[in-house]
């Protein structure tokens, strides 16, 4: 699927279908691109086929990068198509696990919420966020979702504003604030026949939606190329024509940062880098019928490792990693001065 193609133009069984044969074909980047099939499965409505990929994965023996991810769709899946006990089972051990990464604990503790489940969601949610955030200076983006859930679930609960609710409202970006969007009172208005309460309403309902669409934009990022150091002078060496490409390993760094910030500046949402190296080009290039000397080969590559889950998200937070791999926070390597 084309990043631009719009959802409601996909045909989910056939994405489905090809995500399932790349995943045979690239094994080891399987993870990624059958948790993405399992999402068109169950967006196609067909939920057991969904349950069946993720045992797949289960089962695979595979050291999964985001196992308690993987049980955390599963379960959610069950619930919706029927199979409750088994759902709050899975989510009583992911709970009981507490896995350091934000991802599952948002899933079981929507999934939770979905089925009116208000306490105990709301118990998952501060369970997470005590454990994740308690000490942190700054939350991270992948913790947001957790802070604004909770949000959500106090206010339909009529819980009183506390600290973490300050912390959702600080990760907060967007114009109309957090206790209107999340007000149990907002549906009685959408039943008013005041044209004034309606519009009001519509205001609203289009902020949620643009938060929805900034997380959900794509189906994987806008990347950019990267080459390791000794990735990039092997690389060179094999083929010199690339050298015009890359005169230098700093040059490279500056360009993909450069590139990035560009894009970012125009408004191109889901930003990525793919690390490349020298023997999967060659294979890229041998399956496309292709010289690896050709320079426009090398935007197909960085494509085809994005479309396979190898993309990492840009720009990263300042107290993590910087992207180019010095060992250095992105703050002190690549990241802005300010």
């Given at each position: 699927m084309r990043p631009d193609t719009p959802a409601e133009n996909v045909d989910h069984t056939t994405e489905a279908a090809r995500l399932e044969?790349?995943?045979?074909?690239y094994p080891e980047d399987a993870e990624a691109l059958l948790l993405r099939a399992a999402a068109h499965r169950e967006l196609s409505g067909d939920r057991p086929a969904a349950t069946a990929l993720y045992d797949r994965l289960l089962a695979s023996g595979a050291d999964l990068d985001n196992p308690y991810?993987?049980?955390?769709l599963k379960a959610s899946n069950l619930w919706e198509y029927g199979h409750e006990a088994e759902a709050r089972a899975i989510i009583?051990?992911?709970?009981?696990?507490?896995?350091r990464d934000a991802a599952p604990w948002v899933i079981v503790a929507e999934a939770l919420e979905a089925h009116d489940e208000l306490q105990q969601a709301h118990e998952t949610f501060t369970e997470a966020v005590r454990l994740l955030l308690t000490e942190v200076p700054e939350p991270p983006r992948a913790?947001?979702?957790?802070l604004l859930g909770r949000h959500r679930v106090r206010r339909m609960l009529g819980a009183?504003?506390?600290?973490?609710?300050?912390?959702?409202?600080?990760?907060?970006?967007?114009?109309?604030?957090?206790?209107e969007l999340h007000d149990p009172k907002r549906v009685w208005s959408l039943g008013s026949e005041n044209p004034a309460e309606l519009e009001a309403e519509i205001l609203r309902l289009r902020a949620e939606l643009g938060a929805y669409r900034e997380a959900l934009s794509r189906p994987f990022p806008v990347a950019v190329l990267h080459w390791p150091a000794g990735e990039l002078a092997e690389l060179t060496e094999a083929y010199p024509d690339l050298a015009e490409e890359y005169p230098s390993y700093e040059a490279h760094l500056a360009t993909i940062e450069a590139a990035l910030r560009e894009l970012a500046a125009s408004g191109t949402p889901n930003l990525g880098i793919v690390t490349g190296t020298v023997p999967s080009y060659e294979a890229f290039a041998a399956s496309e019928l292709a010289s690896p000397a050709d320079p426009a080969l090398l935007p197909q590559y960085a494509t085809t490792l994005a479309a396979r889950g190898r993309a990492v998200a840009w720009p990263p937070e300042r107290a993590e990693a910087c992207w180019c791999g010095s060992g250095r926070t992105y703050g002190e390597c690549h990241g802005p001065a300010f």
């Open positions: 044969r790349f995943a045979d074909r991810l993987v049980r955390a009583d051990g992911i709970r009981a696990a507490a896995p913790t947001h979702p957790l009183p504003h506390d600290e973490w609710d300050a912390v959702a409202d600080s990760v907060h970006t967007h114009a109309i604030g957090l206790d």
